[in-house]
């Protein structure tokens, strides 16, 4: 079993950073991960992804050259550096754990926190 804990969402204005962080409990280390985000009344779509050792990274077109996923694996913590944020960035994010297939579907993925809202103004 897998628990995810996001945090550090909140309200910036637009052209700001935010530093989101995922705490995961359990075998964190072996485990690809993955963000998505949900804004209101949209589906969820992915935003990035990283290997369990780090070696390999994925974006979404949107997100590319703004935003950075991370993660340090003796804190058993994911992370997403997002700048230059724009207001269609708004959403729930979340972070999810150890897709078994296609890891831009998030029904690839077992696991998944509950979600930090971020909300970017204009």
């Known amino acids: 079993q897998v628990q995810l804990v996001e945090s550090g969402g909140g309200l910036v204005q637009a052209g700001g950073s935010v530093r989101l962080s995922c705490a995961a409990s359990?075998?964190?280390?072996?485990?690809?991960m993955g963000w998505f985000r949900q804004a209101p009344g949209k589906e969820r779509v992915f935003v990035a992804f990283?290997?369990?050792?780090?070696?390999?990274?994925s974006y979404a077109d949107s997100v590319k050259g703004r935003f950075t996923i991370s993660r340090d694996n003796t804190k058993s913590t994911l992370y997403l550096q997002m700048n230059n944020l724009k207001p269609e960035d708004t959403a729930i994010y979340y972070c999810a754990a150890d897709p078994k297939a296609a890891y831009r579907v998030g029904r690839s993925y077992d696991y998944w926190g509950q979600g930090t809202q971020v909300t970017v103004s204009s």
């Open positions: 990283m290997t369990w050792s780090g070696s390999t990274t």
């Open positions: 359990g075998r964190f280390s072996t485990l690809g």
